[in-house]
């Protein structure tokens, strides 16, 4: 018997005594709930209005799809029983599985599905697309959808499936015809939980409870594909701002899973033998220096080059993720390593020895004149905030003149959308990263696009970048996409529509207790057990 | 004496009006953009802007203080523009946790910092009075999570004997309530002990020369009469005053206080509002604690009645 139990006990005798009243036994449901610590806060529960990957992640336990990933990045059925294309591509027909319902017990049908993804395509890139080619999108009975579009879009299971978001995510009719700019009020979906909306505290806990009535598949679970069994009656998501408290919980029992432990913490979470520490997505993250297109000095691409050619992802990597080596790798590419369509094609500015003299020839050429670069950084956010202290130095080190405005996100995220010059609210540059999952392909890499204004912040410019990209959308083979790709990789080194400042993991730390527990661009729920 | 609280109490509408106002033209000048906050990384300008239009943020700063505070005065702080709860009921989940963390602080703090600045001014100049006011300093250099940590990692992590995090509601028993609450309200007391006991040991000493003392100890009162009933009871106000701005330090300690300790109480809920720039919550929120200060300040000054016969308002 540990000491909080003989001091429970006997603080409850006096308490009963006291009150007549025993205090509350906390154990009695232990096994069977599952306590997680969330990357995030989860503010809002609406997948289609807000994007952010908390949402996604808690989404994924309340709305299935119609298709999910593999661990191969392969669409495979989900709530769809069958699928069939016409000779020409241009008629899709999906058959959802029997069984399916919502939270609420009504049957999941083809009219729900046909409103859940008109919602999506109004707000995913994909989606856009989509929608800018469809023709008709009908229920054709309860359980038969019918998309026509007017161009094959071969890639259409793949963006049903996407874990990028916004992922489309089926809500019964009347919540998918809220407008996909306003949130939706209710949470009912026919995932493998239930919202336990009564028990939601935002910002502080979140609950899900088993969904007697879901029909898992009958695979084996994989990633977003197969079977979604769960062997827990209850998950909390606990939301702990602060690092080393989410530490000593998970320590001390109080807590199951941790998603994102950060790096420093982690050797006091290793060992503990009563912890197990892993990589959480082997598909990581992508860093990224976002230069401004649109203002001096990197309207200019030698000035570009010039920081590309300085630019060490060593330092940058280890100023993020610290001494572990097995946390990096460098990058010289802007897709995600060990996926199928990476490449390194035009890489090479990135690899090998720093060129600071280099560096500061092309500033020259460039006409750098030594105007200030307006740094935007994140203190806020640990990586960024350690990836800006490297910058400054770098950008000094190659004879620029630096304007580090340390802010919080939320204020970086409104200067960023300025298009104004630096000086009259503008920026220069500021940092990010990319989860690798949105990393592997150029429907999910916003960043990699260089369509000019329409483009992400920094508004690269590239018709060639554009046309790899387009190319990549219609290729018809794996090989095909590769050749875009590789193309496309290198089209965006040349143009540097942003620097990779290296590949970096995560960790994810849970109880020994806990099984099942696997790695993905998600937290997985289903198949872990409690024991 | 009715009609001072009525009076304070119609005094706190222009406060309250002066208050609304700063914080609302705070928040409109201060950088950051809900819109970009909610629309995510991926979104677009023109999802950022539509969003920004639904939310009524595009509307001149006149037309929208006007309109919310039309909605205050109807009692309706309006709705997070992230979880599109009505701010009342956001503030109605997250109140008990925050005003327990203060009422047991509160408590711990006076029960510790009294006889502390007591005993010190009795033994002035003795080891006992160096002791405590050397822990009085130290209450004040060290911050709040600092404290929070060590608390943590002794009694939580190597002893065991308290959880490290969370917060249970007095009505799942009293035990598991107070068991969250004793290590953040130590935590959060440590700076208000250190306080309380400076000013207790101050006008201690002052009312400890005092002649009625002289004449007390010569009638033969006993020295915890003497301290505890005579001389306390005429250095209250001062103390009372201490307690009544510390509430204060309260407020803002909770804020940390909740962070370290997991505590989902006010003071997290306003980070999260202010990080977000959730302008509803945190305005209502802000106007909520001035409210509660205002009427904490006139509580201590009817308690002075109370303490001191001659104060009559």
């Not at chain 1, 023709?135 to 996407?162: C, F, G, H, N, Q």
Request: net charge neutral.
């Amino acid at each position: 018997m540990d000491r909080r139990t003989v001091i429970k006990g006997l603080t409850a005798a006096g308490t009963l005594a006291a009150t007549g009243k025993l205090a509350a036994p906390a154990v009695a449901q232990g096994a069977k709930v599952l306590k997680f610590v969330p990357q995030a806060n989860l503010a809002n529960f609406d997948p289609i209005w807000g994007t952010q990957y908390v949402v996604r992640n808690a989404s994924q336990l309340v709305w299935d799809t119609l298709y999910g990933l593999d661990s191969k990045l392969q669409p495979k059925r989900q709530m769809v029983e069958s699928e069939e294309v016409s000779a020409d591509g241009l008629t899709w027909t999906f058959k959802l599985r029997d069984g399916l319902k919502f939270h609420d017990g009504e049957k999941v049908l083809a009219k729900d599905a046909v409103a859940s993804i008109g919602r999506w395509t109004n707000r995913d890139s994909m989606g856009l697309m989509l929608k800018a080619i469809q023709k008709e999108l009908t229920a054709v009975d309860d359980r038969t959808i019918k998309w026509v579009l007017s161009k094959p879009y071969p890639k259409i299971t793949y963006a049903l499936a996407k874990v990028g978001t916004p992922c489309c995510f089926i809500m019964p009719e009347r919540l998918a015809k809220t407008d996909p700019f306003k949130q939706i009020d209710e949470y009912i979906g026919s995932g493998p939980m239930r919202f336990v909306r009564a028990d939601w505290k935002p910002g502080a806990l979140a609950a899900f409870e088993k969904f007697k009535d879901y029909v898992p598949r009958n695979e084996p679970g994989e990633w977003w594909s197969g079977g979604k069994v769960m062997h827990v009656d209850r998950i909390e998501w606990v939301i702990m701002p602060d690092p080393a408290t989410a530490s000593a919980a998970l320590q001390n029992g109080e807590v199951d899973w941790w998603e994102t432990p950060i790096p420093d913490l982690v050797p006091v979470l290793k060992r503990n033998r009563n912890i197990k520490v892993d990589i959480a997505d082997p598909l990581g993250n992508i860093g990224a220096f976002r230069l401004n297109h649109m203002h001096p000095p990197f309207n200019n691409v030698k000035a570009r080059r010039a920081v590309q050619v300085a630019l060490s992802q060593e330092d940058y990597m280890r100023a993020v993720v610290g001494s572990d080596d097995k946390l990096w790798k460098p990058i010289p590419s802007f897709f995600t390593p060990g996926t199928p369509l990476y490449s390194e094609d035009g890489g090479e500015p990135l690899k090998g020895k720093r060129d600071y003299d280099l560096a500061k020839k092309l500033l020259a050429e460039a006409g750098y004149s030594g105007l200030a670069v307006t740094c935007l950084v994140a203190q806020d956010q640990a990586p960024l905030k350690a990836m800006g202290e490297i910058t400054a130095d770098l950008l000094k080190k190659i004879g620029m003149t630096v304007d580090f405005v340390a802010t919080d996100w939320g204020t970086v995220g409104q200067r960023r959308a300025s298009k104004n010059p630096p000086g009259q609210g503008g920026w220069g540059m500021f940092h990010t990263w990319h989860a690798g999952a949105d990393c592997v392909n150029p429907a999910s890499h916003i960043a990699v696009r260089a369509s000019g204004d329409k483009a992400w912040f920094g508004w690269p410019d590239s018709p060639e970048v554009e046309k790899e990209v387009a190319a990549w959308y219609d290729a018809k083979s794996l090989d095909e996409e590769k050749t875009t790709i590789a193309r496309l990789n290198k089209a965006a080194m040349e143009h540097v529509v942003f620097i990779p400042t290296g590949f970096y993991f995560g960790y994810q730390a849970w109880r020994a207790n806990v099984e099942g527990i696997g790695n993905g661009p998600l937290p997985w729920f289903w198949g872990v057990k409690k024991t | 004496m009715l009609g001072y609280i009525v009076r304070r109490v119609l005094a706190t509408i222009p406060v309250m009006a002066i208050v609304a106002l700063f914080v609302f033209s705070l928040l409109y000048i201060a950088p950051g953009d809900p819109a970009v906050v909610i629309a995510g990384d991926q979104a677009s300008l023109e999802d950022i802007e539509r969003i920004r239009t639904g939310l009524g943020l595009d509307r001149p700063f006149v037309v929208r203080f006007a309109e919310w505070s039309l909605q205050v005065l109807s009692g309706d702080l309006g709705k997070s523009m992230f979880t599109g709860l009505p701010v009342t009921e956001l503030i109605g989940q997250r109140i008990e946790p925050t005003l327990s963390l203060m009422m047991v602080t509160l408590v711990l703090a006076v029960l510790v910092a009294v006889p502390i600045g007591v005993l010190a001014a009795w033994r002035a100049g003795g080891w006992l009075d160096r002791g405590f006011m050397a822990l009085a300093v130290a209450g004040f250099s060290v911050p709040v999570f600092v404290v929070g940590y060590l608390l943590a990692y002794v009694f939580a992590l190597q002893l065991d004997w308290l959880p490290v995090q969370g917060y249970t509601p007095l009505a799942k028993g009293l035990w598991p309530w107070l068991e969250n609450l004793i290590l953040p309200a130590i935590a959060l007391g440590f700076v208000y002990i250190a306080l309380i006991a400076r000013i207790t040991r101050a006008t201690m000493l002052e009312v400890l020369s005092q002649d009625y003392i002289r004449t007390a100890r010569a009638k033969g009162l006993g020295e915890g009469a003497i301290l505890f009933v005579h001389a306390l009871k005429n250095a209250a106000v001062p103390i009372v005053t201490v307690i009544g701005i510390g509430v204060a330090l309260l407020i803002g300690g909770a804020v940390v206080t909740e962070s370290v300790f997991a505590i989902p109480g006010l003071g997290r809920l306003t980070i999260d509002a202010i990080v977000r720039r959730d302008y509803p919550v945190i305005q209502g929120i802000v106007l909520m604690f001035s409210f509660v200060y205002v009427l904490v300040n006139l509580v201590v000054d009817l308690i002075y009645t109370a303490l001191d016969p001659r104060i009559r308002y």
